[in-house]
C-alpha cells in the first residue's frame, strides 16, 4: 500500500467518525463547571508531526488541537506530554513482517496493529509539532522505545508490565486527577486513560483537544472501553481555573 493511499485510508476512517454522532455523549453532562486545581494535571499525548495531516500516520484534523491544547497548558499547575518514539523496524511495523498496513498479527502481549512505519527516533515525523507551546511542559516522556513491544499508553508498555514511571512521578507531585488529550483518541489517548484509572487516577478526556481514527470501529470500542474503566468526558470550555 503506497504512502498516499495509506493517508487517504486514515482520513477517509476519520471523516465518517467525526460526522458520526458519538453514542455515549451523555456522560459529558456530570463533568459541566469542573474546577481545576493543584491537584490535577493536563496529560497531552503525542502531538507530532507524524500524526498531524501531511505526517506518516495522519490523524484527520488532528492540527485543530495545537491552540486548545496551548490555551490549557497555560492554566495548570502540572503539564505532561508525551511523545512516540520508535526505533528503525520496530515491532509495531507492517514492514518489519512483510504485512499488508492495518492488518492484525498475534503478539506475545496480545494483538497488534500492524501500523506504516511511523514516529521513527530522530525523525521530523516524531518531532513534536512545532506549534506546540513546549515551555509549559513539566515533563516529556518518550515511549515506544522498546523494539520488541509497542507502547500505546504513557503509563504502561502494550504488555502491561513494563511501566513508563509516569504514575510515580504525578503521585510524587500530589495529582490525583487527569485531564487527557491529543492524538489519536482511539488508540494513545484511550490506553494511557485506561491505564491511569488502574493506576488510581481520576481521568476526564478532553473531548473538544482530542482527534480520533477510527480504524475499524476503533472510536466507538475506545469510547466504551473508557466508560467502562470510569473515565470521564468533558470540553475544555467545561473546566474552571482560579
Known amino acids: 500500500m503506497s504512502t498516499l493511499s495509506r493517508r487517504n485510508f486514515i482520513m477517509a476512517a476519520g ?13 459529558r453532562s456530570a463533568l459541566a463547571a469542573v474546577k481545576v486545581g493543584p491537584s490535577d494535571a493536563l496529560l497531552v499525548i503525542d502531538v507530532q508531526n507524524c500524526f498531524i ?46 504485512k499488508e498496513p492495518f492488518s492484525m498479527i498475534d503478539m506475545p502481549y496480545g494483538k497488534q496493529v500492524m501500523w506504516p512505519d511511523h514516529c521513527v527516533q530522530s525523525t521530523d515525523d516524531a518531532k513534536l509539532h512545532a506549534d506546540l507551546d513546549l515551555t509549559k511542559a513539566n515533563l516529556i516522556l518518550r515511549k515506544g522505545f522498546n523494539p520488541k513491544v509497542d507502547g500505546y499508553s504513557a503509563f504502561y508498555d502494550n504488555d502491561k508490565k513494563t511501566a513508563t514511571g509516569l504514575a510515580a512521578y504525578l503521585k510524587a507531585r500530589g495529582i490525583k486527577r487527569v485531564f487527557v488529550c491529543g492524538l489519536a483518541t482511539d488508540f494513545c489517548v484511550m490506553w494511557s486513560s485506561v491505564d491511569a484509572r488502574k493506576d488510581g487516577f481520576q481521568v476526564v478526556v478532553l473531548e473538544d483537544a482530542s482527534r480520533g481514527i477510527d480504524v475499524r470501529g476503533s472510536m466507538e470500542a475506545g469510547w466504551k472501553e473508557m466508560e467502562k474503566a470510569g473515565v470521564l468526558r468533558a470540553m475544555s470550555t467545561d473546566l474552571q481555573f482560579g
Do not use: Y
Not at 486548545?68 to 528503525?88: E, R, Y
Open 53 to 98: 495531516p501531511g505526517g506518516t500516520l495522519p490523524v484527520p484534523r488532528g492540527e485543530e488541537v495545537v491552540p486548545i491544547i496551548n490555551d490549557l497548558a497555560g492554566k495548570f499547575s502540572c503539564v505532561v506530554m508525551t511523545q512516540d518514539w520508535h526505533p528503525a523496524g520496530h515491532i509495531s511495523f507492517a514492514s518489519t513482517h512483510g
Open 15 to 27: 471523516a465518517v467518525a467525526a460526522s458520526a454522532a458519538s453514542p455515549l455523549a451523555g456522560l
